[in-house]
């Protein structure tokens, strides 16, 4: 009998062990690292970003695409467009369309945090286009991840979201 009782005993202390064991067939879980107080994440991700504006102030699309790892994704309003041809064929047919006159997506970084050997970052845009009609502003927020890719860092994907323009009331139509 008492011989039942320590076998239960140990087995009851056994199990809580046992199940706390992590499932080999579970992913590792990844750490997670602030980057906003670092001066040379910040120096380094704001110059990538400095040069996506330069080069959509300058309308070249073969200088976006270059700032895009070969294989990165595009997200706007107005599709998904993959690789680096993608994104250069893309902007080329929009700043044909609609030139750009000023563009700014560096301002309000709200995020930049490391995920293994990875960097995400969120933050806001501004934008001033030449249409028929006159300069059209836009604006929303942007989500980027970054890899490296030789010794540079590259947008591996690039989400730009637009705030939705205000319906013309009548007294302007």
Known sequence: MHLVALVG???GFALPTFAQ???PAEPPIVQQRDLLGV???IDEFGDLHRKLDE???KNDAAAVAALFTKDALFVAPDGMFSGRQGIKTRHAETFQRLPIIDFNCSRERR???AIDNAVWSAGQWASTSQSQTGPVFA?????AIYVREGDAWK???L???EHPRPAASAETK
């Open 111 to 113: 995020h930049l945090d």
């Open 55 to 57: 080069a959509y102030d």
């Open 159 to 161: 989400t730009l979201s």
């Open 21 to 23: 064991q992590n499932d």
């Open 155 to 157: 947008f591996r994907m």
């Open 39 to 41: 001066v040379k994440a």
């Open 9 to 11: 005993l140990a087995t």
């Open 139 to 143: 604006w929303g927020c942007w989500t």
